[in-house]
T-cell receptor, first 116, second 113 residues
């Protein structure tokens, strides 16, 4: 158990639908990151939050949005789902938003989304 | 197109053999990390290298960062079945935020008894 909790573990839905993935960071970590892992693209960075504020943005589609709440948990919202959105979505957390000191990125076990 | 190219894509060896996985790019990275991922789990950090030419050893694993900070290698000595997994290299470009890791496609390593 990495300490990063992601729910749900598996999700099956239909095209056009909307889903929300949830992440609780490791205790004490202030920064949360979302990554998408698909067979053809590998692991792709989506977005980073630090203490509730957006810190960096990657290849995140406009149909996707995320936020980090005051209790530091984060949610990734995926809307108007397409077949190609089927993937593993990983959340990771770290104490700080940068590479200083022994800052380490810890990944959760992922949420597997299947769009039919 | 992956910024980090890993080779080989798949490696199957017998227990006790040595193996090397390569991670190459035309871009310069401020730091590079190696992860191992097992089925149903997220990637787990093995090592971070930050200085060009740096070599780090973790038991039977040796990691090297190229002098120009564009490439890295992972060498496993006397591989064991427990080393089986997907090995991923990931780097932070000098112009990017630290958490914006660029991942390679991974090398699937299978070590058979």
């Amino acid at each position: 158990d990495s300490g990063v909790t992601q729910t749900p573990k598996h999700l099956i839905t239909a095209t056009g639908q909307r889903v929300t993935l949830r992440c609780s960071p490791r205790s004490g970590d202030l920064s949360v990151y979302w990554y998408q892992q698909s067979l053809d693209q590998g692991l792709q960075f989506l977005i980073q939050y630090y203490n509730g504020e957006e810190r960096a943005k990657g290849n995140i589609l406009e149909r996707f949005s995320a936020q980090q709440f005051p209790d530091l948990h984060s949610e990734l919202n995926l809307s108007s789902l397409e077949l190609g959105d089927s993937a593993l979505y990983f959340c990771a957390s770290s104490l700080r938003p940068d590479s200083s000191g022994a800052n380490v990125l810890t990944f959760g076990a992922g949420s597997r989304l299947t769009v039919l | 197109t992956q910024l980090l190219e890993q080779s080989p894509q798949f490696l199957s060896i017998q227990e006790g053999e040595n193996l090397t996985v390569y991670c190459n790019s035309s871009s310069v990275f401020s730091s590079l990390q190696w992860y191992r991922q097992e089925p149903g789990e997220g990637p787990v950090l093995l090592v971070t290298v930050v200085t060009g030419g740096e070599v780090k050893k973790l038991k039977r694993l040796t990691f090297q960062f190229g002098d120009a900070r564009k490439d890295s290698s992972l060498h496993i000595t006397a591989a064991q079945p427990g080393d089986t997994g997907l090995y991923l290299c990931a780097g932070v470009m000098t112009t990017d935020s630290w958490g914006k890791l660029q991942f390679g496609a991974g090398t699937q390593v299978v070590v058979t008894p």
